[in-house]
Every structure is written in C-alpha cells, then in structure tokens.
C-alpha cells in the first residue's frame, strides 16, 4: 500500500541509520543532544497496542550534512493516520523510532531547496529532533496564516486524498448522491464537505453519536447514521438512499462495502480509498456481494494519494480560501506531548478520535495572523 512513500520511508531508515553511523564516528565535535522518541519495542501481533510502542530519551548527535543534502528539523505536529500502521508493521525495525506524517522547523539544512527557519512538512519521525535524510520528499509551508497543524490533516496528506479521491476519482456529477464511511475522520469529513460544496447529497456513517450529529450540524452533511446502533446495514442505507447510491467514498471495508454493493444505482462508482476495518485482522473479511457489480455496470477504483503530488499546488489554491471563507469546516483531537502519542495512534482504529487526531510535540505560532485564525477557525469548530 502507498508504494512510493513506502519506499521513501524505507530510504529515509535506511539512510538514516547510515547517516548516525557515519556521525559516530567521524563527527564527534558534534553536541550530543537529549531527543524524546516513540521507539516500535515490540511487534504487533493483531492490533496495534500501546506496549509495542515506547516513550524513551536518547542520547544522539544529530546534524545536517551538505554532502548528503539532509536536514535537522525540529517536530512541532506530528500526524496519526491508519497508514503509520503499514509503517510501522513492514517498515520499522525494533528499537527504532516511529515515522510518519508531520510539520517541522528546519534548524540546519544541507539541502538546496531549505533553509534554517522554513517550515516543512512531510515523512519525519516520532521525536522532537529529526534528521531527513530524503527531504525532497517534505513540501515546504508557504501559507502560515492558518494553524501549522492543519498541514497533517486537512492541508496536508489526508486533505489531498480527499480531493484527489473526490475529483479524480469519484467522476461526480451535481445532484448525485454520495455515501461515505468513516466519514468523521480526516479524508471522510473533507470529502463530504467537497461533495456538499459541489452540489451533491451527501450522507456518512460514523461510530458514534456525537459523530453523527456533528456530520449533520457542523460538516453540513445531509444525513448521517452510527453503524455501530445498525441491526441491518442494508435497511440503513435503504433508508438514507431509497433510489441508490451514485458513489461509495469507501474508507472501511467489510459488511459495510457488502451493503453499500446491494444498494449502487445503475453505473455508480466505488472509489476504493481505505479499508481502514481489515487492517488489525489476521484474516481479512470475504466480500459477497461483488456480482453486482455487473448488472449495475458500477466502477470500482482503488487510488494513491502519492499520484496525484502534482495536484497539490491546485489543492491549495482552492481549499486556502474556501478554509479562509468558513465553507469547509475542520476539527483536530489533540494529544498534547510525544508522551501520548502511542495512545493517540491505537486509539484511530477505535474510533477514539474525532477529527483528525494530531501529537502537539512542540507548539510554534508563526505570526499573529495565524494565531487570530486559529481562534477563529477554533471558535468555528465549536459551533
Ligand atoms: N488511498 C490513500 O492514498 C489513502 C490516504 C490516506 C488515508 N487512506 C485511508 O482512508 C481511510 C480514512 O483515513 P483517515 O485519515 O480519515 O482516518 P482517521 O481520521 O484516522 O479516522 C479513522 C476512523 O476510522 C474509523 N474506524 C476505525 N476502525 C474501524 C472499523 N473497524 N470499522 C469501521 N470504521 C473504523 C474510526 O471512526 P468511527 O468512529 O467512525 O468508527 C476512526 O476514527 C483509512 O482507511 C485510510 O487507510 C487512504
């Protein structure tokens, strides 16, 4: 699953275990510095649990080195999405810290495209310092006039997968109708709010109450229901869609992907972005309803967010203003400290979370602009 930033990952590891290596012995002038990390202790056998992570302090001398283009970033946000899963199961090696989504100040830079003081964000790792070793991969802030954390959700990976998804791949029309799971988390609150925007009904399931009301009074979603409190989830969906579902945002997988099968209109798409419900299974679910597929000429389509980079630039132009403007909506879950990250991350494939859950690692406000648009944007959320 999301091969090129596996294969990033796996370099920056890589690489950076060369890079200490190298540091150790040949840059011994080198401060040697204290770093809180989120260590992968144990393997995950089933589901992610927090003994197999590890809050622990190293010892470490870390410093960019221009021969190798790398750059020494301070952490400030650091995201938890369903895909630190993938890294950590099949990227990781045990003693290792942590690495995923986050937004970082660079402190030194050995690279030509970053200089001390930008901020960034992209692959880092769970730790107050970090040393990237393949920072082409990072995206540079331009835009700090909102909160810095939005760019682990909504201006970051999960937002691009959002409009990626929705424009690329779900093909809509005005006037469709448009069903979503998982759809108070981070992807699945933004892809309602673009299918609103657009000119489609929308409808989303949550796993909770609270979720359900605040996909109806706050995202602006048409209808939403609790899959959890659903004897019968294709009476539910009957219900919500009684003429059928023109697109399945799918994020979860299992019974619910069954259901939403018997109930696509003639020539409906799937866009397949996540099966968030089989990832902690040791076997995953079978899938029965897959005929009809045929006889209602539905499309069904798996997608990458990291195929559409170059979309990003177009992503920001429209959703700056539009955040700016009070027509999308967001909320964060906010674990303050790397000390409750491990719990912030398993608590994702509970549904802990609502909205996109953030480790706040160290906070940094970069000008008074932001700091008034965060109240704001704040203040919006609450509401
Ligand atoms: N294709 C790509 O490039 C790409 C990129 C990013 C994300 N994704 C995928 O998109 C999906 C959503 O990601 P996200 O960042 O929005 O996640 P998120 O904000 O972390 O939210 C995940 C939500 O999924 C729900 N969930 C957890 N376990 C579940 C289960 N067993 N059954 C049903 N729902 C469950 C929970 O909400 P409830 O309370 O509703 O259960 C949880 O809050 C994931 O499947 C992720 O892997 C794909």
Redesign the pocket.
Known sequence: ??CL?MFLTNQIQEERERERMEKENNNASVEVMSNNQVIYREQVRGSLKETNLEVRTSSERLKADAGLGTIFVKNLYL?????NL?IIKYLTHLGSPVTGYGVARVLESGHPNFKKGDLVWGITGWEEYSLITAPETCFKIEHTDVPLSYYT?LLG??G???Y??FFEVCSPKKGETVFI??????????VGQFAKLFGCYVVG????KE?VNLLKNKFGFDDAF???EEPDLDAALKRCFPEGIDIYF?????K?LDAVLLNMKLHGRIT?????????LKQPEGIHNLMNLILKRVRME??????YCHLYPKFLETVLPQIKEGKIVYTEDMAEGLENGPAALV???????????VVMVSRECVSLKCAINGVLMAWRSTR
């Open positions: 699953m999301y930033a995201a938890c999405d369903p895909y993938t959700g990976m999960p691009m997968t959002a990626a998804g799971s998982a759809a108070a988390g981070a992807v699945g609150l933004l399931s949550a796993g909770s979720k609790n899959y959890k799918e994020n979860v997988g299992g619910m397949v972005c996540g099966m968030i419900s089989q990832y902690n798996g997608f990458v967010v990291s195929d608590g994702v494939f509970s549904g802990h979370n609502v909205g996109k859950q």
